[in-house]
């Protein structure tokens, strides 16, 4: 039983001392990324067409359609 006591409070400290070490390396900047977002405009993004846009587009197709049947009837 005094084994698992001391594995236990081992175990705690020692997740106490990574913690500590974690926090100190973020206030020192450790994971700042300085270099990402300077080369971040050099890649291609993809375009994503949401429904809106889609619907957009149709009902200008539909219209541009519609109106040189008009004019190819008048002519």
């Known amino acids: 039983m005094n084994v698992i006591y001391l594995t236990l409070i081992i175990s ?3 997740a106490i001392v990574f913690f500590v070490i974690f ?3 973020l206030k020192r900047g ?3 990324d300085t ?3 300077s080369v971040r405009m050099l890649f291609d993004d993809e375009l994503v ?3 809106t846009s889609e ?3 149709t ?3 539909t219209t541009t ?3 040189s049947k008009t004019n190819k009837s008048e002519t």
């Open 12 to 14: 705690t400290i020692v």
């Open 23 to 25: 926090i100190f390396s």
């Open 30 to 32: 450790q994971y700042d």
């Open 35 to 37: 270099y990402t977002p």
């Open 49 to 51: 067409k949401d429904k």
């Open 55 to 57: 619907k957009n587009t």
């Open 59 to 61: 009902s200008q197709n």
């Open 65 to 67: 359609s519609t109106n």
